[in-house]
Each structure stands twice: as structure tokens, then as C-alpha cells.
């Protein structure tokens, strides 16, 4: 089997109206045994069209490289014939594919026709866990050697050829077992992954069960530091000192800067320990937080042992703990054997059970996905933690819903897979472990649901902290819709098959159905009168007669529900134990909370906000009931701060002008305020030096349109100053989209490579390519105002595009300002307000990570200036030099302090 791998660049990426400006080749063939190069092929095309800035900027090539050389048309057949019929790569291959074709129709040609091999298909099976399939990041992180730069065609089709062979000698390493799994299931496959995957192979021999070649995870033993005793001893402030002083133990750290806010924060986190307090704790950017809370919590279970939790709120921060922040403050401890492991909700793990169904279901039906699931074989025996998060995003992303350890479906101990069961060997390391590092989701749902997925512990450390209301939120939030029950009844139908039961199934599903399609005509008919998509349900009641013919019809659905249970109830009893009757009682349990639901909602149980929401789809999939919690400081006072001994809070981003009440009033400290203590602790950075705030007064129009305009044209021009490296921060996707598209055309022939959330990739990949980009510009909606950490010249400037406040029609933030305003308060002032100006730190707080950064925050919102609470926001930054003043002005000023 010969491979050619091919590697174009182009105009651009429509293949009907863009060219092709260089082609790279090289042919693979086996030498010896082994595949070699045998064979190049590069030639430069000249285009018909001007080669776009971007274009010339990304790969050198300009008008000038290709004026003498050929047009397609006179070097198609040479290329053709370097094909041949050899199998034809390269790394996104359709694209590749798609583009030579058209310039071959375009000439009245054949298209190639030849096998097609994508090497980012061949990585997944290979690597499944590389974080970019991006062929710059995997050359770099596979350590694959190039001699030429890329971004030209031949460097390219080289690196990619490398690549393949990497993959391939992967692919052959594989357990026997393994090899013989995946040739079972491409018997039936057409495509030409069957063919190579059965060449690495080799000859077939028997091999036993491939689950027999799954990693066995590592296994703690009972903690040195467990103590049996409730009282504790109390830990030297001071100790702090011996890490974080100037002549600490962190001195001789690479790159590690003296900082005494940090010495400060452990001591503080000590003390809170000692004293049996709750602490919020703000420090500032810079600080070295999760340095500071980890020696004091290391300190704290050396002396009194554990477990001890650290919470973060993303997972992505959860990562980056256990596989940066933790090992280097370990290197402090190398004397002790702390047992320390990253723990996440069982949505997040594997479950071997789901896996084999989902295979299976494939096989069944002849898939063409089969060759999609070959990753999770190669991943299956090489993951330690079966934490579905090491995959790859895109295959994470296709099949995490349909293999993860989801709640009730779970078996139990009756599962046959259970002794290699990933979320049941993460809870049995868990009752080890003395440090526990998760993410607000795992926590609060555990408080929530009272799943016991965490061990018994005395303290905790959230960090993040000023999301703690939203994490909260979502942890007690309840939703429910018809396809949710529709799933539920259907495992009960396939496990049950008696006529009686079957024909109450079907009354129930009547009635369920009937219920939410009614939900759905009504939540239409909310969409064409152009309102939210959203419904409180109290409005709903307003409208007697329709309200009073939906409650017939939900508890008609109850009271079939109830025959059922009664039905499963005798079924289970008569029946011995077994996986499958685990399975029928979690279906049971989960359809009867699932139409609880609906009693929550129609009820609007205390502290509760109850709505009707819809989504795409069809009736009556797209209607959806959802309720949250209103007053999320009840929640956590009866949870979390009456049962802890310590809670430490710790964010950047916890006072408004200087005070840490519209936190501890949202956590419900305001009827017991003795219980906390308080500390804020400054910033290391010397922002007069490091930052200039710009306040352009003049960029307002009369149209949507003409604003927009306006606003990309400031930003084309500050952006040519700062040679791009610039974050732009909005707060609605429509704004986004409308700047972007004017920027985009005006900074065109710059060079300014400009990528937009939603069109460019997931955000950890945009994020990815700005940081390691020149001349780029990110433009980016919410998830980018927080957890973006760029340092040094990469970003120079964070552009604000408006004031951050939440949409007021938004159900629960509706209900939370109802809820002020009922007790003589001002939802503004206290609840939208505070809300907008954390926003607005955390948005400031991307652009100095670093002692040695320095940029530009620009604010394109007049209400800054204009509005009485504008000052409130102006407050809230580090002092720095700020200049508001029309934008010629500040554009100047720009210049001269850029």
C-alpha cells in the first residue's frame, strides 16, 4: 500500500471560488519492511486572484514568489501523475480533497478518486488523548522532527508524513486483544482505515478479552496523616514565613518572585484553621494564590491530617492545579507522602457498561460511525483515571453523553464491570486520600443530591469564589421535558414487557406528552409575539383557563405514573437481584423525580423560580420546565457553613469599593456575620507603570449599524498600534457579530490574523492560537471574561465593549430583584450593579498576569462617564493612569505610551 501526502496553501477556504497558490507532496513506500519517503513533490501556482494579506502574512507567499510560476492548469496532469493511485493524505484531508477537485472541474477534469486517509483520524486512534489536532501542536508535543518552518505546502505534506508514520508505529504497538477488537468491528467498514489498520496488525492470534488490557489504576493505602480525633492542633502562623518570606523555601524557584501578599494569605488560610472560621479572602492578580493555599492546606494535614478539599470552578482549573500548582509545591514537602488526587462528577468518568452497549448498538446497525468509537479503545487502555476529559474535545464531545457513569443508570456493585469501574475506583481512592482537589459542580451537587461522592471532611478552600452563587444555582436547579421521561419509560418498556404494564406505559406517555406539546404551543406562541424565550410560570397562571386544563392533564400523568410504580414495585419483588433489576429500580426512581418536577414548578415551592423555557427541536421535545433556587445563601448556610468547620473563599474579585458585603450578603452571612472573617490583600503589579485606561467619549451613533462601524473603526486603528495582540470583551453574541464582521473588513489588507468565538474553533482552542499567534486579534462573548490567562506581549491590550450586566428579563435574575425589591431594596444597587462590576474585574483582570506585562483597557461604553454608578466601576480597577477624551485623543496617547 503506497501513501502520497499532500499538503496545499490556498486564498482561502472555499474551494469554488478560492485557489491554490503552492503544492507540497511525498510519497510513502515500504523500504525493508518500513515506509519511506521515496519521493517529493513542490510546486508554487499562480493564482488569478490577489493573494489576501492574511494569507501572505500566514505562509510568505506573495505576489511576487509566484510570478513566474505556473497556473494550475499547466502543472495538473504533473500532479496527477505523482498521485497516482497511491492512497491520498493528508492532515484534514477533505478540505484538501475538496479544493484540488474543484480546481480540477473547474479545468473540465476527472477528481482525483484515489482512497482517502485523514491523519487527524489515523492521531484520534493513535493519541486520542492530544489536547489540538492542529498540526503545528502535534508536531510539537509528539516531538516530531521538521526541517523547514511550516505554513508552506512540501514543510508541510513532510511533517504530516512523519506524523502518519508516528501514528502508525502507535497503532501497531497495540495489545493483540485490542488489534483483534477493532478488526471485529470493521468487518463490515468501507473505508480505508479497515485496510491500513489490518497491515499494522499483523497476523491475528488469540488474545483474550480486550478489557483484560485496561490500565489498572493507582491505589492508595490508609494515609500516614489520617487522624481518628475531632480536635485538632493548632498550626504557627508564622510557619507561612518559612516559605514565602524573601529567603524562603520558594527562593530558588525558577522564575519565583517575592511577593508578601502571599505570605499573607497562607497565614491568614492557617489562622482561619486554627480559629475554626469561615474566611473570604480577595487577592489580588499576581498574588499566587494557589501557591499560598497549598502550603497552608499541605502544613494543616501534615499536623492534623485529612482530607482536606480544594474546589475550583472550572475543570479546566481543576487540571491545571493537579498537573502544575500541585507538583511544584510538592518539591517543597520531599520528605512527606502526601496522597492527593483530582476528583470529578460521575458524569466525567467512563462507564465500561455504556461503552459495550454503544458499541454494540453500532455494530448492529452497520454504522458508518464505527470507525469514530476506535479512540475510546486506545484511550480505555492507557487512561489511569477514565476521566472522559482527556479526550480529545471533539471525541469527548461526540460520545461522552452516551459512555459516562451517568446517576441512576449506574448498577452498582450488580454491574459486571464493577471491579474495573473508573468512578468506583475514584471513590474508593477518595476515602484515602488526605487532599482532594475538585470543582464546584462535584461539590455542590454532592451537597445537593447527598451522593456521598465525596468523603467526610471538616474544611474546604473554594476558589473562584465569586462563582460560587452561580455554582450553587446550578447544582439545585431541577429541569425536566418530555424526552427526558419519553427515555426513562422506554428502558422500563424494554425491561418489563408484561400487556398490563405496557398498556399503563402507554396511558402515561399519552398524557406526558400531550402535557408538554401543550407546554410547547404555548411557548410558540410566546416566540411569535417576539418576547424572551422564557415563561415564568407564575405569568402562566395568569391565563386561569389554560393553566387549569394543564394541571388536569400533569396530574391525569401522575396518577398512571403511580399505577406504574405499583406495577415495577411487584415486578422487582417477584423477580431475584440482579444488574437488571438495578437498572429497572434507577429508571423507576428517575421518572418518578423526573415528573416531581413538574410538581415543583406548578407548585413554585418556597425559593424556587419556576419557568417555561424551549428550546430547538419539535414538539413536544423542544418545551422544557426549569426551577432554581432564589436565595442561594439559605442553601449554603444550611449545607455548607453549618456543617464545616472552615470554609476559605478566595477570589481576585470579592469587594466592591473596598467591602466584602455583597458577597457575604449573597452567602447569607448577614444574619450571623460573626462567623466570618474578612481579609483583603493587594496586587504585587505596579499598574501606574503597567496600565493605561482609555475612555474614548465620542464613539455614539444614532443606528445599531453606524455604532458598530464607528466602534471597529477605533479598534482597527488601536489594533495597528499594539500590532494586534488585542482581546475584545462583549457581552451579547449580536454585538460580537456585527463589530466583528466591519473589523474584520477594515483591518483586511493589515495582515491581522482576526478570530471570533463561535466561527474559529472551541475556546480553548482560540485561546490556544492567540497565545501563540502574531498579530491577532480575539474577539470573544462570556466565557472569555474570565480564566483567560495570557502573559507577557501576546496580549497587549483588552478592549471592554460594554458594561457587564446581566439580561434583567432572565428568570432568575428577575426573581432575585423581585425578591430585594419586596423588602425595601433597590435590585439595581445591590444585586445588578454589584453582579456587572465583578464582571467587569474579572474582564480588567486579563490583561497584567505578569510582573513584567504591560498594556492598554479600553471601555467603549459611555455609561461609564455619564451614569452616577459609573464610578462604581471606575473604583473597582487597580489605579492606573486613565484618560477619557475624544478617540483621536486616546488614540494618540496610545501611541505614545505604547
Known amino acids: 500500500m503506497d501513501f502520497v501526502v499532500v499538503d496545499i496553501e490556498t486564498t482561502g477556504l472555499a474551494p469554488d471560488i478560492n485557489e491554490i497558490i503552492e503544492i507540497g507532496a511525498v510519497r510513502l513506500q515500504k523500504k525493508d519492511g518500513d515506509y519511506a519517503v521515496t519521493a517529493r513533490y513542490s510546486q508554487l501556482v499562480k493564482p488569478y486572484n490577489e493573494i489576501p494579506p492574511v494569507v501572505r ?30 492512497v491520498f493524505v493528508a492532515h484534514n484531508a477533505l478540505f484538501d480533497l475538496r479544493m484540488i477537485n474543484a480546481s480540477f472541474e473547474r479545468l473540465a477534469q ?7 486517509l485523514d491523519t487527524q483520524d489515523m492521531v484520534a486512534i493513535a493519541f486520542p488523548a492530544q489536547p489540538s489536532h492542529r498540526l503545528g501542536d502535534l508536531v510539537k508535543n509528539l516531538n516530531i522532527e521538521t526541517t523547514d518552518a511550516l505554513h508552506r505546502a512540501l514543510a508541510d505534506a513532510e511533517a504530516t508524513a512523519r506524523l502518519l508514520l508516528k501514528t502508525m508505529e502507535a497503532i501497531a504497538a497495540l495489545p493483540p486483544a ?4 477493532m478488526g471485529k468491528l470493521l468487518k463490515h467498514y468501507q473505508g480505508v482505515e479497515k485496510d491500513v489498520l489490518a497491515e499494522l496488525k499483523g497476523p491475528v492470534r488469540a488474545a483474550g478479552s480486550w478489557k483484560n488490557a485496561i490500565a489498572r489504576a493507582r491505589q492508595f493505602e490508609r494515609s500516614v496523616y489520617l487522624r481518628a480525633e475531632e480536635k485538632s492542633t493548632a498550626l504557627p502562623a508564622e510557619l507561612a514565613a518559612q516559605y514565602f518570606a524573601p529567603a524562603g523555601k520558594f527562593q530558588d524557584f525558577p522564575h519565583y518572585e517575592y511577593r508578601p501578599q502571599q505570605k499573607e494569605m497562607a497565614a491568614a488560610i492557617i489562622e482561619a484553621f486554627n480559629n475554626e472560621q469561615h474566611l473570604m479572602l480577595e487577592a489580588g492578580t499576581g498574588t499566587g494564590k494557589s ?25 479546566n482549573l481543576q487540571d491545571q492545579l493537579v498537573d502544575k500548582d500541585i507538583p511544584a509545591v510538592l518539591k517543597l514537602f520531599p520528605e512527606d507522602n502526601f496522597q492527593i488526587m483530582i476528583l470529578k462528577g460521575r458524569q466525567n468518568y467512563v462507564c465500561l457498561r455504556r461503552f459495550e452497549a454503544l458499541v454494540q448498538h453500532l455494530l448492529l446497525s452497520r454504522s458508518k460511525e464505527i470507525s469514530k468509537i476506535l479512540p475510546l479503545f486506545t484511550w480505555l487502555i492507557s487512561t489511569a483515571e477514565g476521566d472522559l476529559s482527556e479526550l480529545h474535545s471533539s471525541i469527548e464531545k461526540k460520545y461522552s453523553r452516551q459512555i459516562n457513569s451517568e446517576g441512576l443508570g449506574c448498577p452498582g456493585e450488580a454491574c459486571p464491570d464493577h471491579h474495573k469501574c473508573f468512578l468506583q475506583q475514584a471513590r474508593r481512592q477518595a476515602r484515602h486520600a488526605d487532599l482532594i482537589v475538585g470543582n464546584h459542580a462535584l461539590v455542590f451537587t454532592d451537597l445537593a443530591r447527598e451522593s456521598g461522592l465525596l468523603p467526610g471532611h471538616r474544611q474546604i478552600i473554594l476558589d473562584e469564589a465569586h462563582t460560587l452563587e452561580e455554582a450553587v444555582t446550578e447544582s439545585w436547579s431541577l429541569a425536566v421535558n418530555y424526552g427526558f421521561c419519553a427515555d426513562e419509560l422506554k428502558k422500563l418498556e424494554q425491561q418489563i414487557r408484561t400487556p398490563e404494564f405496557l398498556s399503563l406505559a402507554g396511558k402515561f406517555r399519552a398524557d406526558a406528552r400531550e402535557y408538554f406539546e401543550e407546554l410547547s404551543r404555548v411557548g410558540r406562541e410566546q416566540t ?4 424572551d424565550r422564557a415563561l415564568r410560570i407564575r405569568d402562566l397562571k395568569k391565563r386561569e383557563a389554560l393553566w387549569r386544563a394543564l394541571e388536569l392533564v400533569r396530574l391525569s400523568a401522575a396518577k398512571q405514573l403511580k399505577k406504574l ?9 417477584a423477580a431475584g437481584e440482579d444488574a437488571d433489576i438495578v437498572q429497572i429500580r434507577n429508571s423507576k426512581v428517575q421518572l418518578q423525580k ?23 427541536g419539535k414538539p413536544p421535545f423542544d418545551a422544557v420546565l426549569r426551577a432554581a433556587p432564589v436565595d442561594v445563601g439559605r442553601l449554603l448556610q444550611d449545607n455548607l457553613f453549618a456543617v464545616k468547620k472552615s470554609v476559605i473563599m478566595v477570589s481576585a474579585t470579592l469587594t466592591i469599593n473596598n467591602s466584602f458585603a455583597y458577597f457575604a450578603g449573597r452567602f447569607g452571612f448577614a444574619a450571623a456575620p460573626e462567623t466570618l472573617r474578612q481579609q483583603q490583600l493587594g496586587s504585587p503589579y505596579n499598574y501606574r507603570e503597567q496600565m493605561l485606561c482609555l475612555l474614548p467619549d465620542d464613539l455614539t451613533a444614532a443606528g445599531e449599524k453606524e455604532y458598530h462601524l464607528k466602534a471597529a473603526e477605533y479598534l482597527a486603528k488601536l489594533a495597528e498600534i499594539t500590532a494586534g495582540r488585542m482581546l475584545v470583551l462583549f457581552t451579547s453574541y449580536r454585538s460580537l457579530e456585527l463589530t466583528y464582521r466591519y473589523f474584520r473588513a477594515l483591518v483586511e489588507e493589515d495582515g491581522l490574523m482576526v478570530y471570533c468565538q463561535g466561527l474559529h474553533g472551541s475556546r480553548r482552542s482560540l485561546v490556544s492560537r492567540f497565545r501563540s499567534g502574531k498579530n491577532t486579534v480575539l474577539f470573544g462573548t462570556s466565557s472569555f471574561w474570565e480564566g483567560v490567562d495570557i502573559q507577557g506581549e501576546a496580549l497587549s491590550s483588552v478592549v471592554i465593549f460594554k458594561l457587564p450586566f446581566a439580561v434583567p428579563s432572565e428568570p432568575v435574575t428577575q426573581a432575585r430583584s423581585e425578591e430585594i425589591e419586596a423588602r425595601g431594596g433597590s435590585s439595581f444597587f445591590e444585586y445588578s450593579l454589584p453582579q456587572a462590576v465583578i464582571r467587569f474585574k474579572q474582564g480588567v483582570g486579563r490583561l497584567i498576569r505578569g510582573q513584567k506585562d504591560r498594556g492598554i483597557i479600553t471601555i467603549i461604553d459611555e455609561r461609564i462617564f455619564t451614569k452616577n454608578y459609573g464610578k462604581s466601576f471606575i473604583r473597582s480597577m487597580p489605579e492606573c493612569e486613565l484618560l477619557k477624551a475624544p478617540s483621536a485623543e486616546t488614540i494618540r496617547k496610545a501611541r505614545e505610551w505604547f
Do not use: H
Open 57 to 86: 502574512s500566514l505562509t510568505g507567499i506573495s505576489a511576487k514568489t509566484v510570478e513566474q510560476a505556473p497556473r494550475f492548469k499547466e502543472v495538473a496532469g504533473a500532479f496527477r501523475e505523482f498521485v497516482g493511485d497511491a
Open 110 to 116: 476527472e477528481p482525483l478518486r484515489n482512497p482517502c
Open 178 to 181: 485490542v488489534s483483534n477488537q
Open 291 to 315: 501557591a499560598a493555599y497549598l502550603v497552608a492546606a499541605l502544613l494543616w494535614i501534615k499536623q492534623n491530617g485529612g482530607p482536606l478539599i480544594v474546589s475550583t470552578r472550572t475543570k
Open 528 to 531: 411569535r409575539s417576539g418576547e
Open 565 to 573: 410504580q405499583q406495577l415495577i414495585d411487584e415486578y422487582m419483588d
Open 594 to 616: 423526573l415528573w416531581g418536577v413538574t410538581d415543583t414548578v406548578a407548585a413554585e415551592k418556597d425559593n424556587y423560580v419556576a419557568w417555561l423555557a424551549w428550546q430547538n
